[in-house]
């Protein structure tokens, strides 16, 4: 079981961590990765990371901005959000499986339910 929390309203150019907490300790030997959905739009790849915490990637359109980063002592995923933008506003999901290139298109083997991440002009 995946729970992410963390969202909210924040204003453009500000800052939220989401954090995604799951249930198992099995899930520190998994790769994890955050997607997100908005509304009329397909769900889009954000960023993931290996079960080791290292190498990391993220999309274009968030790289500079977003970093993902785990806690294995927490059993928790986390994706810090600054300098954000309207066009962010999206409901953000964490997703987990073996495979780091199969989180990255979106074939993950466990998903979160989703928190909502609003930004305002």
């Known amino acids: 079981q995946l729970q992410a929390s963390g969202g909210g309203l924040v204003q453009a150019g500000g800052s939220l961590r989401l954090s995604c907490v799951a249930s198992e300790r099995a899930f520190s030997s998994y790769g994890m990765g955050w997607f997100r959905q908005a509304p009329g739009k397909e769900r889009e790849y954000v960023a993931a990371?290996?079960?080791?915490?290292?190498?990391?990637y993220h999309a274009n359109s968030v790289r500079g901005r977003f970093t993902i980063s785990r806690d294995h002592a927490k059993n928790t995923l986390y994706l810090h959000m600054k300098s954000l933008k309207p066009e962010d506003t999206a409901v953000y999901y964490c997703?987990?499986?073996?495979?780091?290139?199969?989180?990255?298109?979106?074939?993950?083997?466990?998903w979160g339910q989703g928190t909502q991440v609003t930004v305002s002009s």
């Open positions: 990371i290996t079960w080791r915490g290292s190498p990391t």
């Open positions: 997703a987990a499986g073996d495979r780091i290139d199969s989180i990255m298109s979106g074939r993950a083997d466990y």
